[in-house]
Structure formats: structure tokens, C-alpha cells
């Protein structure tokens, strides 16, 4: 078997931050989930009008902001004023949207890392690819980097030219024809899958292709005890409090 590429990320992965606990994709949340013992965070990233990588999950502000409309159409200066706690719960009310460069600021030096997901908003894949990467490389510099992941391979084609070192792997919400071929021309050193993708057949087929195997979002105990058996090498949940993420499944 080919060697897999080195790994420095936990097991457990929390996702959009810290799940349900918080509003999701603000620092609100990553501060929810590192207080209750999570290293790893996944989050959504786009691009402002003006270029700027933000965090949000939906194309549209309707759900988690208090304005309504798609996201590219504003400029950074205003998508900072945003509500994006109210909806969630009073507790959170005002909470801003989180620029990546804050990100990187809040989860440095706490040595926290990162799983960032690459979802353009339409028609900005290849623009979100390099921006973010360029972005990454520079905020990054001489830190694990975050493992840059995306359900576009345009996406994760322009973050490769824009910069080759930073690890990357391919989502996947079904096994779409030509997968392994698309993950392996993109350099990834991981795919992510769906949980329920995540069978003996893939986890060999991956294994053979020299790929790190991972999950998104298991949070239920039992899916998460079989994909654990299958020996994946991590796994995204939004159930912060149901799972331990000081203990590693890999090595206990
Ligand atoms: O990155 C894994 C997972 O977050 C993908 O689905 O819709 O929650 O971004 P979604
Ligand atoms: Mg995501």
C-alpha cells in the first residue's frame, strides 16, 4: 500500500464551529466548541463583493443574518455589520459574521486547527480557490495549515495553482462517476464523504489511492462507533456535547 501523507489534524472535527450550540460559522461557536475541549473546527468560507473570505454556509444571508439577499453582492464593511447571532438565540444577539483573517487571529495562537470548506457562492469558484488559498498561505505561514476541502474541484483546482503546499481534499454527498480520478488530478490528500458513503469498499479504494478518509456529520453515538470500526481518520459532528473529543478513537 502507497504511505498515507502525514496527518496533524484530530479525529474529531467540530462543525460550522461548534454545531448547534452557537450560531453557526461565528466565532461565537468556535468559542463554544474549544471551551468544551474541541481542537478542530470545520467552517464554510465564501468571498465578499470585495473579495474578502468570510464565513457563511447558505448563498443567501436569509437564515442566519438579520438582512436578507445572496451573499456576494456586499462589500466586507457591510456583511461586518451584520446580526448573525440573533437568529440563533438571545444569547447570541449581535454576534457579527467572521472574516477569516479574525479567524486566524482567534485560533493561532491557542494552536486550534482548522478544516476550511471552500463554498463559493455561484459563479466564484475559481476566484474563492485562489483568494483563499493566497489568503491561508499568508496567515498561515510556518502553522499547520487548515485542510482546505470543497465539494468544487474548481475550487480546489485554483487553491492548488494559487498555492500547491496546502493539504486538500475532495467533499462528496454521493460517489459521483469519476471521483477517485477527479481527487487524485487535484492532489487531495483526503476525500470527505457523506457518513453514510463511508463503506468497507470506499474505505479500501481510498486506503489503495493513499488517502486519508473523512466523514461529515455524524451525530449519532452507533454511526459513530462504525465508522470508527471501518478505521477512518476523522469525522465532522455538530453534537459537541454527546461525543469527547479528548478521546481519540485511533489510539484508545
Ligand atoms: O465540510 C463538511 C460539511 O460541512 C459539508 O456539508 O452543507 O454542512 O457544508 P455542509
Ligand atoms: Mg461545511
Redo the contacts with the bound molecule.
Sequence with gaps: LPPLPAWPYPFWIA??GAGLEAPENTLGAFRVGAALGWRAF?C?VKLSADGVPFLM?DSTLDRTTNRQGPCGVLDWSSLSRLDAGSWHSPAFAGEPPANLEDLAAWLLPQDLLL?L?L?PVPGQAERTGTVVATTVARLWAGRTPPLL?S?EPQALAAARAAAPDLPRAL?L?TLRPGWLRTAESLGCVAV?THHRLMQPTLRAQLRAAGMRALV??VNEPEEARRLVALGIDGL?SDAVRTFDPRRDPRTT
Design positions: 462543525h460550522r470545520e464554510d454556509h478544516n470548506e463554498k476541502s465539494f467533499l454527498e470527505v461529515y456529520t465532522i
